[in-house]
């Protein structure tokens, strides 16, 4: 790799940019291809260049091959994360499912009690304010929310910093009753209808979860859901 390309590539890692490089295997030549830029040698273009940035959205990393070219696509996405207010009893499956689907996991609860290291090992956890905390972590494109206190005291302040970040899923656990008074007090927070549209509310797939493992389920199952969708609708 040229030392240019690779001064490129590092740079775009410690921005947390999303990024493939790309491999001619014939050729050898390397190409950078970004969601919205391209630069190297390879010369991508066309339905070549979508289907790598198809991947990109799919974190998808492998060979590609055409009648043209044979090139291996090798995805540097930033980690997708999830963000859990609530140290809950739901909260500990959905946790545990979350680390192996590939999520850098962080529960959010001032209770230290219930966010504590016996009851989440391993995952990292936040005593801060939701809204503090949430401000900290400061969630992104590759990032869920999902609030599951129960209590408007945690779960507004969290979804308030949420609904107004570029987090790609924020859901909320409640009944419909529930959700409904949420969202008369986030409108009086000052949140429009389409923030607060965001909100996944109740939480989860209508499977008819009860246990908290299939709740857990559930709520995964969601976040997996809007995730490949939306990569898919914000193709070519």
Same mark, same amino acid.
């Given at each position: 790799?040229? $030392?240019?390309?690779?001064?490129? &590539?590092?740079?775009?890692?410690?921005?947390?940019?999303?990024?493939?490089?790309?491999? #001619?295997?014939?050729?050898?030549?390397?190409?950078?291809?970004?969601? #919205?830029?391209?630069?190297?040698?390879?010369?991508?273009?066309?339905?070549?260049?979508?289907?790598?940035?198809?991947? &990109?959205?799919?974190?998808?990393?492998?060979?590609?091959?055409?009648?043209?070219?044979?090139?291996?696509?090798?995805?540097?996405?930033?980690?997708?994360?999830? *963000?859990?207010?609530?140290?809950?009893?739901?909260?500990?499956?959905? *946790?545990?499912?979350?680390?192996?689907?590939?999520?850098?996991?962080?529960?959010?609860?001032?209770?230290?009690?219930?966010?504590?290291?016996?009851?989440?090992?391993?995952?990292?956890?936040?005593?801060?304010?939701?809204?503090?905390?949430?401000?900290?972590?400061? @969630?992104?494109?590759?990032?869920?929310?999902?609030?599951?206190?129960?209590?408007?005291?945690? #779960?507004?302040?969290?979804?308030?910093?949420?609904?107004?970040? @570029?987090?790609?899923?924020?859901?909320?656990?409640?009944? +419909?009753?529930?959700?409904?008074?949420?969202?008369?007090?986030?409108?009086?927070?000052?949140?429009?209808?389409?923030?607060?549209?965001?909100?996944?509310?109740? *939480?989860?797939?209508?499977?008819?979860?009860?246990?908290?493992?299939?709740? $857990?389920?559930?709520?995964?199952?969601?976040?997996?859901?809007?995730?490949?969708? +939306?990569?898919? #609708?914000?193709?070519?």
């Amino acid at each position: 790799m040229k $030392a240019a390309l690779l001064d490129r &590539l590092l740079a775009a890692k410690r921005a947390k940019q999303p990024l493939a490089m790309v491999t #001619d295997l014939g050729t050898g030549q390397q190409t950078l291809v970004f969601p #919205d830029a391209v630069h190297g040698q390879a010369g991508l273009e066309g339905a070549l260049l979508d289907e790598v940035r198809r991947r &990109l959205r799919l974190d998808l990393s492998g060979i590609v091959e055409t009648p043209d070219h044979r090139i291996f696509v090798h995805v540097h996405n930033p980690p997708l994360r999830m *963000v859990v207010v609530g140290a809950v009893h739901i909260a500990q499956p959905l *946790v545990r499912m979350a680390v192996v689907a590939g999520y850098d996991v962080t529960v959010v609860d001032p209770r230290a009690a219930f966010a504590s290291e016996e009851r989440f090992p391993g995952v990292a956890l936040s005593n801060d304010w939701p809204d503090e905390a949430m401000t900290a972590l400061a @969630p992104d494109a590759r990032t869920a929310v999902v609030t599951l206190t129960h209590d408007p005291k945690l #779960d507004d302040p969290a979804l308030i910093v949420a609904l107004r970040s @570029p987090a790609f899923y924020v859901g909320a656990l409640g009944s +419909r009753k529930t959700h409904a008074r949420r969202v008369e007090r986030l409108s009086a927070e000052g949140l429009t209808a389409a923030e607060i549209a965001r909100i996944h509310g109740p *939480v989860g797939l209508a499977i008819d979860a009860v246990t908290p493992a299939e709740i $857990a389920v559930s709520i995964l199952g969601q976040v997996t859901q809007v995730l490949r969708r +939306r990569a898919e #609708d914000d193709g070519p």
